[in-house]
């Protein structure tokens, strides 16, 4: 199969957000921070974070005048607030975000309503450092937005920072992250350019996640999962997201779900339903597996990988999935298929069951 689009034009927009990558590539941080954002710096982590923080303050005596380690999933509205004061007690100009999407979603909110600029050093998979994708969780509504003064200025790619992420955690972030490839392959504004980085990116990706659960010390899972991980997140940042994205956002927000592992159950059914309508993306994404059922290769995949088998094994509850479903028709969000009440019903009772993806063939 031809990748070019042949027929279609496309964009593709410059990206602000400078890449360092390799192992050790941490001990850049002081320089780069006097580079790309000098002045007091404020980090932002969760409790995971804390030990990798401390090691940075200490290391950046000079640069670094705060810490801030309450960093939550979902970004809440009062975690952003306390966060914000915290930066304005210590005068910080700029923040450092260490970890995974807690504190990366953290110092998106702050940058988009407080104007810090940040870097961003992620210990996890899900690639969220390289999109504009903000969301703010209040009231048991997670907001989300795109806006380009989100991204942040630099992002290091240490694979040496990994090496303590669990196994499970490991393998939840990294399947988030192969939602945002699989997505960018159906999505109205891909191009060549994205259809190539979203095919290398799961195949890594996919590649990398076994050789981890396997033996998490190994050192090429590492490297290749965080190299999945940065192509992933260039493919969301690139495109637009779809009913995937629409429904696990309202998971997160709305029943407080673990956010990459919503991603991870959800993804296989999804893809059983948008691939129908999206024939180029289906073949892209078999090429990437290896097999020509997408969907049911994942759906093993999780279950190989001791993925959580259900929506109802995160802690949802069958009677809160109508609010899912309305939230989900709220707001128009660009699909390769329509979505209406029955489909979203069939998908989330899937996922919530933790039954094979079944595949909702196109109507005339």
Known sequence: MNLFPGGHGFTVPALPTRVLFGPGRIAALGDELATSAPGPALLLCSGSGRELARRLTAELPDTVVGVFDQARMHVPRHTVEAARKTAVTVGARVCVAVGGGSAIGLAKALALEAGLPYLAIPTTYSGSEMTPVWGITEGGLKTTGRAERVRPVSVIYDPDLTYSLPPGVSVTSGLNAVAHAAEALYAPDRSPLTDLMAQ??????????????????????????????????????LTTMSLHHKLCHALGGTLDLPHAATHAVLLPHTLAFNLEGAPEARTLMARALGHDDPPARLWRLNRKLGVPASLRDLGADRADLATVVEQALSVPYANPRPVDRDSLDTILTAAFTGDAPCRLPRTA
């Open 200 to 237: 290398e990116a799961v195949r890594a990706m996919a590649d990398a996640l076994p050789a981890i659960a396997a033996r998490p010390p190994a050192v090429w899972p590492r490297e290749a999962a965080l190299y999945a991980a940065w192509l992933c997140g260039m493919c969301l940042g």
